[in-house]
């Protein structure tokens, strides 16, 4: 914690400039990077659609070019000669088109040729068409040898680029144009192609466009890169600073985003040897396939050198409005702080027992001195306090004394109440032993007045020899009876003129607590009680009463002096029908699996030789009487749950009480 008030003072003046200007700035910044960047991002898109218009007016020019020599007067009358003438003229036009192959095609060449491309299909079909296409080595060698040995490109091993299935890329890309050819009704085509492997000057002039003079002045130093599949085949991007990186290869990460899903490429991306801020978009060739890139980029160290040096700059701004602004804050503080410690030092010598101590500050009419004002009227009437405090202390020892006196009369009279409940629980044991002594004598004296009376029967006049005899027993039974039922009377008064009334459920169970606690206490039984709103139920509560106590003193036995007893008292709908539940649950061995069926017929006891197995048989027959119902489980943890639910009185139930 900060105890100096110093500290804290200097905390919250220093706080906004510390700590919320520099997060504000880091916020700021990361906005300004992210737009920045974001402006790269647009500028290279731009870049990449200037670089596309520039390959489309491509095709076009050689599109148009082409249409214009098939539809030129001239053909007509060169078809019209020899082949010799027709040769001729082709060179010719290749030359002054810039293209590296030219030829016209007729008949079978014509039938074979338009099958195997899509361009050629079009055209024969009288329409203009210039597609970029890849022909193979065997393609460009029938063309002409050289353009095989231009196309033929060593591949370069790359970094980040994907494995390699062949060390030669001899394939060409092609800018291929067809124009349909209209001659006496024989249709012709005139096929074209400008081959784009290693064609610098297609490349330098694209670079050109895209990237002027001045910006690469300007530090953008800018490439263009034509890729087939991802093998650079045209490119200004250097390996050396005279060696052009053809054969090098492109990154598996843009490789699959470009040509894997069509996708076109605006990030930074590492080109040969350097990061570049760069765009990547597919090239398709006339059947659909996407067979090759076409990339323009920019060097994205520059960008990053003058963002790391506006950061510095900022960075070095703050500093240096900290080391001008922090002295200024200690020296507006010190006129806070001098009357703030004299303050404390003042309430150390009140806390060291000195009530004359006050505050000797010059008169101010700011807050401090405000503060200090009011600390000196506050010392005044504490100092007058402290003397009528002393003066009551007099008064308050003698009420002391009679308080002490009418407190020692209050616990003479708790001890009187606690003889009492003791008193209490020892008549409850005497009543519990008493309900198991008259269920233990009732069945033998039965079988002695039967027998008795069964020896008069069958005797008849031969009994009269033993008549004093069989007199003296039935007198006896008639006392044992007796005896048994003063017995059951003080066991079960409500066996004698009680009948079923509307009982709180938990009032009961509280009672039945009080009684059975001479048990509990004895042992190391802890007693857990939960009671939530319920309904009253309609029974005889000493009914109710022996259920419980006998269920209580069950678990405390199978739990054999340890353990916790759960008990909870909640309302519960039963087939349709509200009214009380009561759990009591032990954490003892619970009941044998064998054994738990049987756990309420008569005389069914888990503990041979000590019970007579009706406790929980009668316990149930007075709960179904009472129209409720009585279960056991084993609980998945541990010990045994008994399950007590008793319905709610129906509105007739009360009518007819009342």
Same mark, same amino acid.
């Given at each position: 914690m900060l105890k100096s008030v110093r500290l804290r003072l200097l905390i919250m003046a220093l706080l906004p400039l510390i700590v919320l200007m520099p997060l504000l700035m880091v916020v700021a910044m990361a906005r300004w990077n992210a737009d920045y960047d974001k402006i790269l991002i647009a500028k290279v898109e731009?870049?990449?659609?200037?670089?596309?218009?520039?390959?489309?007016?491509?095709?076009?020019?050689?599109?148009?070019?082409?249409?214009?020599?098939?539809?030129?007067?001239?053909?007509?009358?060169?078809?019209?000669?020899?082949?010799?003438?027709?040769?001729?003229?082709?060179?010719?036009?290749?030359?002054?088109?810039?293209?590296?192959?030219?030829?016209?095609?007729?008949?079978?060449?014509?039938?074979?040729?338009?099958?195997?491309?899509?361009?050629?299909? !079009? &055209? /024969? #079909?009288?329409?203009?068409?210039?597609?970029? *296409?890849?022909?193979?080595?065997?393609?460009? @060698? %029938?063309?002409?040898?050289?353009?095989?040995?231009?196309?033929?490109?060593?591949?370069?091993?790359? !970094? &980040? /680029? #994907?494995?390699?299935?062949?060390?030669?890329? *001899?394939?060409?890309?092609?800018?291929?144009? @067809? %124009?349909?050819?209209?001659?006496?009704?024989?249709?012709?085509?005139?096929?074209?192609?400008?081959?784009l492997n290693r064609n610098l000057d297609f490349i330098d002039t694209l670079n050109e466009l895209v990237y002027l003079q001045g910006e690469s002045n300007a530090g953008r130093q800018g490439t263009a890169t034509l890729f087939l599949s991802d093998t650079r085949v045209s490119t200004n991007v250097r390996l050396f600073e005279d060696v052009r990186a053809l054969g090098t290869r492109v990154s598996v990460a843009v490789r699959d985003a470009v040509l894997g899903e069509g996708r076109t490429w605006l990030d930074s991306a590492f080109v040969v040897n350097d990061w570049y801020i760069s765009g990547y978009m597919p090239i398709s060739d006339s059947f659909g396939k996407r067979v090759g890139m076409l990339y323009v980029g920019f060097l994205e160290a520059p960008y990053k050198n003058a963002k790391r040096a506006a950061y510095w700059t900022v960075v070095g701004a703050f500093v240096l409005v900290i080391a001008l602004t922090a002295p200024l804050f200690l020296w507006l503080a010190k006129g806070i702080f001098a009357p703030l410690e004299q303050m404390t030092r003042t309430m150390a010598r009140v806390e060291r027992g000195d009530l004359t101590a006050r505050n000797q500050t010059p008169s101010r009419g700011d807050e401090i001195g405000q503060v200090a004002n009011h600390l000196n009227t506050l010392l005044d009437q504490v100092q007058e306090r402290d003397r009528r405090l002393r003066n009551w202390a007099g008064e308050l020892n003698t009420r002391v004394e009679e308080r002490t006196k009418e407190l020692k009369i209050a616990n003479e009279k708790l001890e009187e109440t606690f003889r009492q409940l003791v008193m209490s629980e020892k008549l409850a044991?005497?009543?519990?032993?008493?309900?198991?002594?008259?269920?233990?004598?009732?069945?033998?004296?039965?079988?002695?007045?039967?027998?008795?009376?069964?020896?008069?029967?069958?005797?008849?006049?031969?009994?009269?020899?033993?008549?004093?005899?069989?007199?003296?027993?039935d007198n006896q039974v008639m006392r044992i009876g007796a005896i048994v039922g003063k017995l059951l009377q003080f066991a079960r008064p409500s066996e004698f003129g009680t009948f079923a009334e509307h009982v709180d459920v938990a009032a009961v169970v509280r009672d039945c607590l009080v009684l059975v606690d001479h048990v509990i206490s004895k042992q190391e039984v802890r007693v857990l009680t939960q009671f939530d709103d319920a309904p009253c139920v309609r029974i005889d509560p000493g009914e109710l009463q022996q259920v419980v106590i006998n269920i209580i003193i069950n678990a405390s036995q199978a739990m054999d002096g340890n353990g916790t007893l759960a008990i909870t008292v909640a309302g519960a709908e039963r087939d349709a029908q509200m009214g009380v539940a009561l759990r009591i649950a032990d954490t003892g061995p619970g009941i044998p699996a064998d054994r738990i069926d049987h756990i309420f017929d008569p005389f069914f006891t888990t503990k041979q030789g000590e019970g007579t197995g009706l406790g929980l048989s009668i316990s149930q027959t007075l709960i179904q009487r009472a129209g409720g119902r009585i279960t056991v489980r084993n609980r998945r943890a541990r010990g045994a749950e008994f399950l007590i639910w008793l319905p709610r009185p129906s509105d007739e139930d009360d009518t007819n009480q009342g």
């Open positions: 731009s870049d990449l659609r200037i670089a596309e218009q520039y390959l489309g007016h491509l095709q076009s020019n050689s599109a148009r070019a082409l249409q214009g020599i098939a539809q030129s007067a001239r053909i007509a009358g060169v078809l019209s000669s020899d082949s010799d003438a027709t040769e001729a003229f082709l060179s010719e036009s290749q030359e002054n088109l810039n293209l590296d192959f030219l030829h016209l095609l007729r008949g079978d060449a014509l039938t074979e040729a338009k099958e195997k491309w899509p361009v050629i299909f !079009e &055209a /024969a #079909a009288g329409r203009m068409a210039s597609e970029i *296409d890849i022909f193979s080595a065997d393609d460009l @060698a %029938a063309l002409s040898p050289a353009l095989a040995k231009q196309a033929r490109i060593e591949l370069i091993d790359t !970094e &980040a /680029a #994907a494995p390699a299935d062949h060390t030669v890329e *001899d394939r060409g890309m092609v800018v291929h144009t @067809a %124009a349909p050819v209209r001659v006496n009704g024989e249709v012709s085509v005139l096929v074209g192609g400008l081959l044991s005497i009543g519990e032993i008493t309900a198991g002594v008259a269920h233990e004598i009732n069945n033998p004296v039965a079988v002695i007045q039967g027998n008795v009376d069964v020896m008069r029967m069958t005797l008849g006049e031969a009994a009269e020899p033993v008549r004093t005899e069989l007199d003296l027993i």
